[in-house]
């Protein structure tokens, strides 16, 4: 059971716009600032959004971030095959005193 | 470019200890807080601990204390994690990953992993 909750799947067809949720509590995105990342097939995961809504250098404008009280969101904008992937949201916790992930949302381009 | 490369992994059996490690290239080690995060086989990701910049705070998960110690060498941009007393539950790709800063703030880089498989 992970501390913040997102859900499990989701999908869209190409040039579709799909949001992704996660939910937390006052320890964690209710205090601290939540980032995003993205991990392909068998890879290791990147950063796909930092600091709720910053987008590194790289990442398309496509996708962005927003965040309000304890829950955040990640939208993704014209959909495209290469989208296909898991999404994590992560904060930090001050009750734990360390980072805590969403379980990670299966995005499938349909 | 940053590089970070996890080594150590293997099959351990169960009870047993094993030690992870990272090298660190292309950034300034001792600046940046690193962090352990590891992925069980089709599960999410797990923070399993924290290290800041000079090795002095640290801060593990509930499932690693007492278990697992995390530490640092800056002299040699190393990070390490000694791993004992393993369970099943700790097979996993095990995942070295980098802060933006010298105290907790965001992972901004991870390294490829090294897998742990506790069979016996």
Redesign the interface.
Known sequence: Q?VLTQPPSASGTPGQRVTISCSGSSSNIGSN?V?W?Q?LPG?????LI??NNQR?SGVPDRFSGSKSGTSASLAISGLQSEDEA?Y?C?S?DDS?????????TKLTVL | QVQLVESGGGVVQPGGSLRLSCVASGFTFSSYAMYWVRQAPGKGLEWVAFIRNDGISKYYADSAKGRFTISRDNSKNTLYLQMSSLRGDDAAVYYCAKDRQYYYSYIDVWGKGTTVIVSS
Do not use: E, I, R
Not at chain 1, 43 to 47: I, M, V
């Open positions: 992970s600032t980032n990342y991990q890879t290791a995961p990147k950063l930092y600091t590194p898991d994590y992560a930090w734990l005193n360390g980072v805590v992930f969403g379980g990670g």
